[in-house]
């Protein structure tokens, strides 16, 4: 890992070799609001959770704790994913163990007191929750957790679930469970496997899946859920079509999609796949820079190519210039204009070799100001 000094830019790599860290297959890192630096591990290394208590001082052994596996985390082969609660307890997911909550504390101290990370005798390790009263998720595939604004725990495996936990009693209260989207009647997911989470400044929880991207709305059950999909991945699925419109079509990177990451003022969420990443901006309310140009259009359509004129994009704003796409339905690329101008017939009807397309229907992408929006051309010869 490296540590970044804010106001130089300048990285300082911390690794074994240099420090006393001992794993180096780190697959996520959490920063604890005091300072230290909570390093999750997979099957690699046998430390699963480092802990950087000191972070100005990496190379001290002193500076380092290991969590223990018996009686703490369990031995499952790797550590997703975690989550701050509270100053003083710290949510894991460990593979094909579950969620474990750890007490930095323990039960006789509070919050407000001195975090003791170096005497790891008053720690509280509760037993794993593997599954709550009420929902279908398997926490042993737990890949994502978050808090909400409520302190409710947010997680994601094979589907979402939102519970309350009750330290005394050392039990789960189910809130929520969220699967994936069916029916056009039911709030779901775009997909069924989730692989993280974040929060952003409004308290909506972003959750990324196999193929797109979702932003839940609300708490318990009364949330709404908006979606965000690639072109490709909504074409590439026969279902997305009767399930959803193609306002969900959204200029994300493609492929699956694994990481997410808020800003610490929550206002933009950065999301990885595959193919790439985007940079969402959250606005106050729930608003992004997702929406659509509500006004564009494609003409003539359906397009002949007769005319001479070419393809035209209509409805967009008078100054400056869009970049428009052109896919099949395969979701292949055919032809793509970087500086069209509105009004202005900029497409011969041909692929990018110069080659004329043929009878059928493809997807115009038209991108402008940092916003797109998605519509269907049929091209007849």
Known sequence: MAKIDPATGAAELINPTNSSLQGKSIVNLVVHPDGPVVTLHDWVDDEKVEVLVDPDNPAAPSSWISLPLVNGLGEGPSVWAAVVQR????????????????DINGPLAGPDDPLTWLDQS?????????????????????????????????????????????????????LTSIGEKTSPLIRGLVNGNVSDLVRDANGDIWVATASGVNRVRGTGTEYEIDTYIDLANYLGNPNYASLYSSNVISPLPGNAYRKLAASVDGRQILVS????????TVGSGGGTTVPTLATAYVYPNPFTGESGAGLAIGGLPTDGTAIVE????????VYVDREVTPETGFWPGTNRVGEAVTTGMYVVRVTSGGVSRTMTLAVVR
């Open 326 to 333: 052109i896919y099949n339905l395969e979701g292949q690329l």
């Open 87 to 102: 100053a003083d307890v710290i949510w894991f997911a460990v593979e094909a163990v579950g969620l474990v909550r750890w």
């Open 122 to 174: 008053d720690d509280r390790w509760d037993e794993p929750l593997v599954n709550i009263d009420g929902s279908a998720l398997d926490l042993t595939v737990a890949f994502g957790l978050e808090v909400g604004t409520d302190g409710s725990i947010w997680a994601g495996g094979n589907g979402l679930v939102q519970f309350s936990y009750d330290e005394s009693a050392r039990e789960a209260t189910l």
């Open 273 to 280: 796949a595959d193919q790439g990443a985007s940079l969402i």
